[in-house]
């Protein structure tokens, strides 16, 4: 099959008189009603849905094998496909493009930092995902947009559908990393958080590669300059607590971290809204307003009231809006380096502390691990919460082997003398079901004492499975609370269940081969 040049057919399609380029929000909003791919709500925001894809696809994701960049892809890890299928999507998704009345493109950059960020363009059938890209990417002032040149273009047609059979896919849909041709390829699905983790996916490449730690994480900076990272999969509290009335947020999401500090790779906010309130998470609440995209949220027939506590379409429920819509920020997204790295994690064994200090050791180990509890009851049967392991905070993004993101975060931290604390946001006097969620008040307290050095030299006392370092005493939280064996009414019942956490850890760490010792013996558990 004759291979197709990727830049000759994309000069083509953009040429075309279909083609509109960077429309503003309202103009783009005009055009999401005026084509009905959406409905004004009285927020102001606009509400679409995504059909039958309400989440990511990540049995339909792959990367293109090539020559360049074969050696250096986990493939354990990744989807590999051919060049050859990636060519043929190619031309039919183009040639699908070319035959529509309208295509919208939007140009952008992923980095705040001027000195290592990516000039994309993002190329949408529909007129919301291009406001989707307008505000999750970073904006370009007039001034940029005369010397913009894209190093890395997504292109999305939701409606055109592969055939497996004849496509090479898993599915009707799929998304495909090309790093040489520098293209995402996207088709069959409308969930816009395709475009968002795709280019993270393809940060989490071209970073390391200039010695920058790419992370999946939120950050924050205080009064005095200091700045804080918060690490954690989903349900964990990650944005509850990077927003801080008292720090300014640099970023929700994703993050770099070079030689001169840490900054935001996006331009936006692409929040979940599943029983969002005014009273819990104001910012949130707040932000979401003219320009803002939100997805699969059910409105009021009469009044277009978003009613965030409805999940007929899903759970996944999200707004997507500029992170100017948030008052309490930096501008531009970055700041110095870290002083402190807090990994969230909601154990629903109740048995891991509440916050405990860890050495550079623990910290790698902990972080190659990403755990967290999947919660019982959402099937019928289960009784059990279930070990979630999801490598780096991030695993469905790292295009290279996990260690090589392990090895940089063990590198900074030493460099930079960064304190890092685990902070277990979940279960406290007893497993999900015995025992009770722990207090936000408790964990606010925990953490803003980690902040703000209180933790430097406290007393401790080790974990006897664990390993790690648990502070005696915390302003604000009562000592009992701070280490588990003393929560729970059923010692033995607590030694079990410590020992069954334990052991998950390790079978899961059995995934990586090229650890040193020192991590195993060093970072994990000791019973």
């Known amino acids: 099959m004759n291979s197709v040049h990727v830049p000759n057919e994309l000069d083509q399609l953009l040429k075309k008189n279909n083609v509109q380029v960077q429309l503003s929000v309202p103009q783009l909003v005009e055009k999401i009603l005026a084509r009905n791919e959406g409905t004004l709500t009285s927020t102001g925001a606009v509400s679409v849905s995504t059909g039958k894809y309400t989440g990511r696809s990540p049995k339909d994701k792959f990367i293109v094998v090539e020559d360049s960049t074969k050696d250096k892809i986990d493939w354990e890890s990744n989807q590999p496909i051919s060049k050859e299928i990636f060519n043929n999507l190619y031309q039919k998704v183009l040639n699908h493009l070319k035959q529509l009345e309208e295509v919208y493109v939007f140009k952008g950059f992923a980095g705040a930092d001027q000195k290592s960020r990516l000039p994309i363009q993002v190329i949408n059938e529909f007129a919301w995902q291009n406001l989707f890209v307008h505000q999750l990417f970073i904006r370009p002032s ?15 047609a939701p409606n055109f559908k592969a055939d497996p059979a004849v496509d090479g896919t898993n599915s009707e849909t799929f998304i495909i990393i090309s790093f040489e041709e520098k293209v995402v390829l996207i088709g069959g699905t409308e969930y816009a958080g395709e475009m968002k983790k795709s280019i993270f996916s393809v940060m989490n490449y071209l970073l390391p590669e200039n010695n920058i730690f790419s992370m999946h994480c939120s950050a924050n900076v205080g009064q005095e300059g200091d ?32 030689s001169h500090g840490v900054f935001n790779i996006e331009g936006g906010c692409y929040a979940k809204c599943i029983n969002l309130s005014e009273e819990k998470e104001p910012q949130i609440f707040n932000a979401i307003r003219f320009g803002t995209v939100l997805e699969n949220v059910i409105l009021n027939q009469e009044t277009r009231v978003p009613d965030y506590d409805d999940n007929t379409l899903t759970e996944n429920t999200r707004a997507a809006y500029a992170i100017e819509n948030i008052d309490n920020i930096v501008k531009p997204s970055l ?13 629903a064994f109740g048995v891991l502390p509440p916050i405990s200090k860890l050495s550079k050791e623990q910290a790698m180990y902990h972080f190659l691990s990403g755990f967290t509890s999947k919660l019982a009851g959402t099937e019928r049967g289960v009784t059990s919460p279930e070990a979630t392991f999801s490598t780096c905070f991030g695993a469905p993004f790292l295009p290279l082997p996990a260690t090589r993101y392990a090895e940089m975060l063990g590198e900074k931290i030493l460099e930079h003398n960064v304190n890092v604390f685990l902070v277990n946001t979940g279960w406290t006097g007893g497993e999900y079901g015995v025992g009770s969620r722990m207090k936000l008040s408790y964990t606010r307290a925990m953490v803003q004492a980690a902040l703000e050095g209180e933790l ?16 005696l005493h915390i302003p604000g939280v009562p000592d009992e609370v701070l280490q588990p ?30 650890v040193s010792a020192d991590i195993i013996e060093k970072g994990g558990p000791i019973a």
């Not at 964990?236 to 993050?255: Q, V």
């Not at 430097?456 to 502070?471: A, K, M, Q």
């Open 335 to 347: 700041a110095g380096h870290p002083n402190t790295i807090v990994f969230l994690t909601a154990d």
């Open 456 to 471: 430097d030299s406290v007393e401790t006392v080790t974990d006897e499975f664990f390993g790690l370092n648990i502070p």
């Open 142 to 156: 007039e001034e940029e947009l005369l010397s913009h040149d894209s190093q890395f273009t997504v292109i999305t």
């Open 485 to 514: 064996s003393k929560t729970w009414q059923d010692s033995k019942a607590y030694e079990k269940k410590a020992k069954e956490l334990a052991a998950k850890f390790r079978d899961n760490f059995k995934q990586f081969k090229h």
């Open 227 to 258: 700045v804080a990272l918060f690490f954690g999969l989903s349900g964990t509290g990650k944005t509850t607590l990077s927003a801080d009335p008292n720090r300014k947020l640099i970023g929700d999401d994703e993050h770099g971290w070079s």
